[in-house]
């Protein structure tokens, strides 16, 4: 094991749950560089929700509430709220954020709260066997879509940076290192910061969706699929057709912090009392 | 607003106001809720009483992110409370049920209206007796208490506080629209002085290790030390996934059964009337409870040997008390606002071996005084028949 | 110099595949759980860009500084 594996995860908890060559572990490992990085053990708080990416703070020996399906944030929102100092982070699926959770999420960014929501984002519910998600593409056969996914899948970033989310960043666990440094400055950033991870998922999405069950094609699939948002800036739209921006998206540090803003005026209230 | 006197604040209060007095007086420092007749006026005065003493108010976007922050903010070192009524308690269901599981201690106040689904908004109910008990799901226990007046609404919010912090577990208070819209005067002691959370040491720490009655001791919050691990799955003392150790799992769940259950007799709040020579006694509980005062009275009036209960805890529920208050009657009438719901405890608690009269008012309606009285008369009149 | 824990690789060569300079080859040895784990077949040749530590889903993986 990793020393900062040794450091930093539960060892009776172990071994990870998570198939060979599924991309959860990946950014549990950039999850706990971020922190080494941040030296903020002590004051974080993680939720998780529920789903196969729910589990990735639950191995990390901190703080750790792993909650109902689609509510890692209102719990996030609680734990942020009873102490405003403490770093909140959740971890929560495509289904979990944007489907059965998805007004959580938008509200959350809407208050601008500062917690940041790692969503792993891998087009499918694996946990539950390989059913179509709010994030499948279009036309993909799945358990549930056996004729072919009738809808439009959701684009998270998007969709926080609208309802107000004041950082956004998506990278892939191809990226390992970029996808750290911005787990990182998610955790710093004073907001709701919001990383979309593309990740894999060989035994759900792969053997479904795309005929393979081979975590390193899939993921240079994955990776193919992308463009830096910089790059993207001289493309057109059809260039850009169908591909996923990496990088960081949006970044605002002039919007009040809510939990800042709020806490402003008890104190203010108290001392009038 | 309000006097002081003999170390007591006396104001007048809607039922809705006196229970956020309750819950501030009782060390509540966090609200999460949502708009919804008939409780809105207790996340209105939340909203403006929390920030007075440093608490947090937060309307959240929906009834079920309530309860989430809620039992949030619980872990998060706060006591905790969230309030709602009708499709909103139902809504909440999922959240209570993981509240148990995790053994978060949080307040529930449910302003009962009548139902089913949008039903009833401004109109009261007690239909939601049983959904306390039963509504999340698999297996689990609650404690419920049930005011019916605004002296009680602070009393019974204050104790429920108290006991959702001892037990570890969710707390409900089922006030209905009648108490919670009514305005009366409701004494307030000055020097209240509530239990502050223990601690557990830290010295080898588990947070699922109960103590021999099967409580856990104390309740540890986030960044604290302890590194916690709550999961809503089944868990083993440490915390960690037990979902597939069948030993474990049924451990725990009849842990959290018993922990309420094996305790019932300290739980028991009975309050009683006319019971020495009574041969037919009114159980009430919440609003009937005081027209069923004023008819056991003029019942007695007429010579009828009538007695009076109010039940101000319902669950887990007093069979035993029950039993043994009511040992000399004859006949028991349970006046409830529900199809009839509580009369089959009552059935069950006696065992045949008496008379057991459900007294059912649907519609929005209290029972008057008069409706009560009369089924008094007409069981007295059966008897000497 | 790369260290596998060979108690938690799960074999799904994800180092393998992204390490630039593929020297991460197939040990033919099976684990405690019957992944064939992986070997660094030519150390001699890694630059220490550490993309296989960064990668592992397992974190089972460990690029030590010094010499190969």
């Known amino acids: 094991m990793h020393p900062l594996g040794e450091k930093y995860l539960r060892k009776n908890a172990l071994p990870l749950l998570w198939c060979p060559g599924c991309g959860n572990g990946t950014i549990l490992n950039a999850t706990v560089r971020a922190i080494e990085n941040l030296g903020i053990r002590d004051r974080l708080a993680l939720v998780g929700g529920i789903g196969c990416s729910g589990w990735i703070p639950v191995y990390i020996d901190a703080d750790t509430l792993h909650v109902l399906h689609g509510r890692a944030i209102p719990f996030a929102t609680g734990l942020k709220m009873s102490d405003p100092n403490r770093k909140v982070i959740v971890f929560s699926g495509d289904g979990d954020c944007l489907g059965i959770g998805g007004n959580h999420f938008i509200h959350g960014a809407r208050r601008n709260i ?40 959701f684009n998270g970033c998007e969709l ?57 094609k899939l993921l240079d699939m994955i990776k193919a699929n992308t463009i830096s948002a910089n790059a993207a800036k001289d493309k057109s739209a059809e260039e850009l057709a169908g591909k996923f921006l990496i990088g960081t ?24 009392n | 607003m309000g006097q002081e006197v003999n170390n007591e604040k006396v104001k007048i209060l ?34 403006q009483r929390l920030p007075q003493v440093g608490g947090v108010f937060m309307q959240m976007e929906d009834e079920i992110a309530s309860i989430c922050a809620t039992i949030g903010a619980s872990f998060g070192g706060l006591k905790a409370c969230t309030a709602s009524s009708g499709p909103g308690i139902s809504l909440k269901q999922e959240g209570v049920g993981y509240a148990s599981a995790v053994e978060a201690p949080i307040v529930v106040i449910n302003v009962m209206r009548g139902g089913p689904a949008t039903g009833m908004p401004t109109a009261v109910g007690q239909q939601d007796i049983m959904q306390a008990k039963y509504g999340s799901h698999g297996d689990y226990e609650i404690i419920a208490l049930m005011p019916s007046s605004c002296q009680e609404a602070f009393d019974l919010t204050y104790k429920a506080f108290e006991l959702s912090e001892h037990y570890r577990v969710p707390v409900y208070v089922l006030s209905d629209e009648i108490v919670g819209h009514t305005r009366e005067k409701v004494r307030i002691p000055a020097n209240l002085s509530p239990v502050e959370r223990k601690k557990p040491a830290k010295e080898n720490f588990q947070p699922y290790k109960a103590q021999a009655n099967g409580l856990l001791d104390g309740m540890p919050g986030f960044n604290e030390g302890y590194r916690l691990l709550i999961d809503g799955q089944l868990h083993d003392e440490q915390g960690n996934r037990a979902a597939h150790l069948p030993d474990v799992c049924a451990r725990l769940t009849e842990r959290l059964c018993r922990k309420i259950s094996d305790h019932a007799d300290q739980l028991v709040d009975i309050e009683s009337s006319y019971l020495e020579d ?108 | 110099m790369v260290i596998i824990d060979e108690l938690y690789c799960k074999g799904c060569y994800l180092c393998s595949h992204y390490c630039p300079k593929k020297i991460i080859k197939p040990s033919g040895k099976r684990n405690g759980k019957g992944y064939i784990i992986p070997c660094i077949a030519e150390p001699e040749e890694c630059t220490k860009c550490k993309t296989c530590e960064l990668i592992c889903p397992e974190l089972a993986l460990t690029v030590e500084e010094g010499a190969n």
């Open chain 1, 114 to 153: 500062d917690i940041t929501v790692i969503m792993v984002h891998n087009q499918i519910y694996g946990m539950t066997g390989g059913q179509v998600a709010p994030t499948t593409p279009t036309a993909s056969k799945t358990k549930t879509s056996p004729y072919g996914n009738p809808e439009m899948p």
């Open chain 1, 160 to 216: 926080a940076r609208a309802s107000g989310a004041t950082y956004v960043a998506r990278w892939t666990t191809a990226h390992p290192r970029q996808l750290s440094k911005a787990i990182a400055e998610a955790i710093d950033h004073q907001g709701f910061s919001f990383v979309e991870v593309l990740t894999q998922c060989p035994t759900q999405a792969g053997r479904v969706i795309h005929g393979t069950a081979d975590p390193a």
């Open chain 2, 14 to 47: 809607q039922g809705n106001e006196a229970i956020v007095e309750a819950a501030v007086a009782a060390g509540c420092r966090f609200f999460a809720g949502y708009p919804i007749t008939p409780a809105s006026e207790v996340a209105e005065t939340m909203a």
């Open chain 1, 249 to 272: 998206l949006h970044h605002d540090t002039q919007r009040p912090e809510f939990a800042g803003y709020y806490y402003e005026k008890i104190h203010k209230a108290a001392a009038a």
């Open chain 2, 278 to 385: 009574a041969e037919i006694i009114v159980v009430s509980f919440g609003s009937p409870s005081r027209p069923s005062l004023r008819a056991v009275k003029d019942a007695r009036a007429k010579g009828i040997k009538a007695g009076y209960l109010k039940l101000r805890i319902i669950w887990p529920f007093p069979e035993t008390k029950l039993v043994e208050l009511t040992a000399g009657a004859r006949t028991l009438i349970v006046p409830e606002l529900n199809i009839g719901r509580v009369v089959n405890e009552v059935k069950r608690a006696v065992g045949g071996q008496k008379e057991v009269v459900g007294l059912s008012k649907l519609g929005g309606l209290l029972h008057t005084p008069g409706e009560i009285q009369a089924e008094i008369e007409r069981r007295a009149q059966a008897c000497t028949r």
